[in-house]
């Protein structure tokens, strides 16, 4: 069984400052993919970044990145230059194989990430 | 409008009730899904749709659990006789899995129902 862990219930950051929020994820299967979703207030998710499993370098999309270790089973989603609007939940989540839930994904807990002046 | 959307945005009944929610996914999408997400966690998988097909729905929550997609493009979910346990925010997501993308199959979320039950 699949199993995502984000193990900061909480952060903070300055507005301007950089900010990584941790994930470990626990898999058997070879092929896998690895996402990241906001989620502000409104409840609705917003897909920021995706990195598959065999993909050679880390992602990046803006100014969000995936710090991808793969021996360590870590997919870190670091935002650079913070905004206030980057205040919201922030969830990693893991894609399951096509066989049983056709490419369901797997979420963790969350990270609520608050963005201060 | 280019996004997923559902209907209503919040639902109030009383335990015992049924209760039917509707997604209406993004247009060209192929798989539509719905998932249960409950105070201070993420969200659960419960089923899925390829075009009608229901393709996975054992992991509904329990045989009050119920969704539908009869020509392939907008889904309801339906909850019967509503338990106080039921409350939590029912999210669909649809996405198109295409010769070449499938193992990607990024998945666009609507705003979710919210439903609270008395």
């Known amino acids: 069984a699949q199993k995502i862990t984000q193990t900061q219930p909480g952060m903070f950051v300055q507005e301007k400052e950089a900010v990584t929020l941790d994930c470990t994820y626990d898999?058997?299967?070879?092929?896998?993919?690895l996402f990241w979703y906001k989620q502000p207030s409104s409840g609705e998710m917003i897909f920021l970044i995706y990195?598959?499993?065999?993909?050679?370098q880390n992602a990046t999309e803006g100014r969000y990145s995936l710090n991808f270790q793969k021996a360590r089973k870590s997919a870190n989603l670091v935002i650079s230059a913070s905004q206030l609007g980057d205040s919201a939940m922030y969830f990693c989540?893991?894609?399951?194989?096509?066989?049983?839930?056709?490419?369901?994904?797997?979420f963790g807990k969350g990270t609520s990430l608050l963005v201060t002046p | 409008d280019t996004g997923v959307s559902q209907d209503p945005r919040h639902k109030i009944t009383k335990r015992g009730q049924n209760v039917t929610f509707r997604c209406d996914p993004i247009?060209?999408?192929?798989?539509l899904y719905w998932y249960r997400q409950t105070l201070g966690q993420g969200p659960e998988f419960l089923t899925y749709?390829?075009?009608?097909?229901?393709?996975?729905k054992s992991r509904l929550l329990s045989d009050r659990f119920s969704a539908e997609r009869p020509k392939g493009s907008f889904s309801t979910l339906e909850i019967q006789r509503t338990e106080q346990g039921d409350s939590a925010m029912y999210l669909c997501?649809?996405?198109?899995?295409?010769?070449?993308?499938?193992?990607?199959?990024?998945?666009?979320f609507g705003p979710g129902t919210r439903l609270t039950v008395l």
């Open positions: 997501a649809s996405s198109l899995v295409a010769s070449g993308r499938g193992s990607y199959n990024e998945q666009f």
């Open positions: 898999t058997s299967d070879p092929s896998y993919g």
């Open positions: 990195q598959g499993s065999y993909d050679q």
């Open positions: 989540a893991m894609r399951e194989g096509p066989s049983n839930s056709g490419y369901a994904l797997n």
């Open positions: 247009s060209e999408h192929n798989r």
């Open positions: 749709f390829q075009n009608e097909a229901q393709l996975e």
